[in-house]
């Protein structure tokens, strides 16, 4: 059984139906120079390890039209996704989890260092991944970290449906503070506020110190 990546061109999609679609359409089209960069790279990658070390289900793989189409066992998801990143972001290619029903596009990122309790580490935010998110953060990991650097850093963790624990820290110890908050979309609007630098907002709750 294998667990799929698609990439696509940013803004070609704004939706996972709109993903899937667009998909189907680059079926039997010649591939783009792009989709063919990067498919190139993959195998490269690929072919440089024994094969019981391969991180891919289906090898070579082939790009069809602007869209490809990447297969990969359970035990490589995080590796392939971070390659997949490392190569579509800087070329403006989009990553489309179909397991997830996630579309992650580069568009109007802010680069960051974004840890999901539940599925990984990811190379940039954006406002509409943070707003998917937050609402959906569940057992065994309910939790985001947003990490502009070492200990500069914003999280939360999803108490129950409405309850969220919003904490940052500013580097040092001294400088970690928490706050209890309800209503995903506030806790969303929050962190997308610090991740771009905004601490307007941020300024007016009632902060507590956190000692670890």
């Known amino acids: ?40 790279e993959v195998n490269r990658r690929n072919e440089e390890l024994p094969e019981q070390d391969s991180f891919l289900s289906v090898s070579p793989i082939d790009a069809h039209g602007g869209a490809l189409h990447v297969a990969s066992p359970y035990d490589a998801i995080g590796h392939v996704r971070a390659l997949l990143f490392e190569l579509a972001t800087p070329r403006d290619y ?3 989890d179909p397991q997830l029903a996630w579309l992650i596009d580069p568009a109007g990122r802010i680069p960051v260092t974004v840890t999901h ?8 935010l954006t406002e509409s991944l943070v707003h998917q998110w937050i609402p959906e953060l569940s057992e065994p990991g309910p939790y985001l970290i947003v990490e502009r650097e070492p200990e500069v850093y914003i999280q939360t963790f999803r108490e129950d449906e409405n309850s969220y ?37 941020l300024e007016t709750l009632s902060w507590t110190k956190v000692d670890l």
Do not use: C
């Open 1 to 40: 059984m294998s667990y799929d990546h698609i990439l696509l061109p940013s803004g070609a999609a704004s939706t996972p139906a709109e993903a899937d679609a667009y998909l189907s359409a680059q079926q039997g089209k010649p591939e783009s120079e792009v989709a063919a960069q990067i498919a190139a």
């Open 117 to 124: 309790g539940g599925a990984g580490e990811f190379p940039y």
């Open 165 to 201: 624990i919003l904490e940052y820290r500013d580097g040092s110890p001294d400088k970690h503070f928490g706050a209890r908050l309800t209503g995903p979309d506030r806790v969303a609007d929050l962190i997308w506020d610090w991740t771009t630098g905004d601490r307007g907002r």
């Open 94 to 96: 989009a990553v489309y």
